[in-house]
T-cell receptor, first 113, second 115 residues
Framework: SQKIEQNSEALNIQEGKTATLTCNYT??????LQWYRQDPGRGPVFLLLIRENEKEKRKERLKVTFDTTLKQSLFHITASQPADSATYLCALPGSSNTGKLIFGQGTTLQVKP | DVKVTQSSRYLVKRTGEKVFLECVQD?????MFWYRQDPGLGLRLIYFSYDVKMKEKGDIPEGYSVSREKKERFSLILESASTNQTSMYLCASSRSGTGIYNEQFFGPGTRLTVL
């Protein structure tokens, strides 16, 4: 069955550094991959989508890569700020084209001033 | 500004009670979803609806039912609440259609405690 893995350990970095989060998947060839941000006690908020034929996507300080050979996406936040502290979830479409998504468990990022 | 709203942010119920969680979206989305989120287990899909009166079981439907009588409203029902249903419940909606990449919009969540 499809499986998504994100590093369950929290990532602690210093303000101004680049944060890199990883999303790996198996038994799957998704047409796209999405990243969401979730703050404590809140619902996830969509950040970026990258399609299978795109290697890289950028939005302001965010950059996402998608390597379909490695079955991996990397999510980068450059010049990180304490306000970037949150949990970041990756999501892939379900096997049927119904609109369902499968979410990873998320990685918590803590940016220290 | 697009919005998904949920009827309560916090809810405390007793074991055996019937519980209704309401979700409303104002984006005219076809798809609506109910998830629960627990530490270490991530987001798990309870039920999914792709149209009015249409529903599909998710990964953990046991102990839950849903109702979608109007396009904008999707209700989650706990027929007889149990302590293992204490969780954060999240509603989401998305568009449907070929070539649509189905970004989901989430509500703020309802933290349900069953005593």
């Amino acid at each position: 069955s499809q499986k998504i893995e994100q590093n369950s350990e929290a990532l602690n970095i210093q303000e101004g550094k680049t944060a890199t989060l990883t999303c790996n998947y198996t038994n799957y060839s998704p047409a796209y991959l999405q990243w969401y941000r979730q703050d404590p006690g809140r619902g996830p908020v969509f950040l970026l989508l990258i399609r299978e034929n795109e290697k890289e996507k950028r939005k302001e300080r965010l950059k996402v890569t998608f390597d379909t050979t490695l079955k991996q996406s990397l999510f980068h936040i450059t010049a990180s700020q304490p306000a970037d502290s949150a949990t970041y979830l990756c999501a892939l479409p379900g096997s049927s084209n119904t609109g369902k998504l499968i979410f990873g468990q998320g990685t918590t990022l803590q940016v220290k001033p | 500004d697009v919005k998904v709203t949920q009827s309560s942010r916090y809810l405390v119920k007793r074991t055996g009670e019937k519980v209704f969680l309401e979700c409303v979206q104002d984006m005219d989305h076809e798809n609506m979803f109910w998830y629960r989120q627990d530490p270490g287990l991530g987001l798990r899909l309870i039920y999914f609806s792709y149209d009015v009166k249409m529903k599909e079981k998710g990964d953990i439907p046991e102990g839950y039912s849903v109702s979608r009588e109007k396009k904008e409203r999707f209700s989650l029902i706990l027929e007889s609440a149990s302590t293992n249903q204490t969780s954060m419940y999240l509603c989401a909606s998305s568009r449907s259609g070929t070539g649509i990449y189905n970004e989901q919009f989430f509500g703020p969540g309802t933290r349900l405690t069953v005593l």
